[in-house]
């Protein structure tokens, strides 16, 4: 007899203080526009994917919960400020940039469009570059990341490093 096989994702927080686990299929993967999202991610929007009921485990830390409203607590590392829950009566969402792998997690639903700033759909027509080509960031020659990998570790911060 063979167990089923589920899904299973982690991630965490910029600093590493914070890294989480995911079992079984991710519920609603969206994108919120929504004037307390905008301000909640700092961003154009909140990318969010939510966990299975009682799928999701605090690996490493826990999040610093803020309450937006009288319905909903935010999640977000005390020590760096990632962004990393949207916790509602129906259950909890994560970021989608806190996947380590975030490319798995792809929206397919927006809400919140009344909010939608102006310039959103636009956004893929900008000009691109890719970030070694700024030549007015001389410092990204020797620029060296304290930002967690994209995988579990054993402990952070590296010794040579606190």
Known sequence: MSL?????????????AVRFRVEGAL????????????????????????????????????????????HVLRGFCAECGTPLTYE?????ALAIGAFDDPASVAP????????????VDDLAALSSDRTETDGA????????????PDHDTESWPPKDRT
């Open 27 to 70: 519920g609603s993967v969206s994108i919120c526009h929504c004037r307390m999202c905008q301000k909640a991610f700092g961003a154009f929007y909140a990318p969010l994917a939510t966990a299975p009921e009682n799928g999701l485990e605090w690996t490493r830390g826990a999040p610093k919960r803020y309450r937006s409203s009288n």
């Open 137 to 148: 960031a001389s410092f990204l020659a020797d620029l060296e990341s304290f930002q967690h």
């Open 108 to 119: 397919t639903k927006q809400w919140g469009i009344e909010a939608k700033l102006p310039y």
């Open 88 to 92: 509602a009566p129906d259950g909890v």
């Open 4 to 16: 089923p096989s589920k899904p299973v994702y982690t991630g965490g927080c910029q600093c590493g």
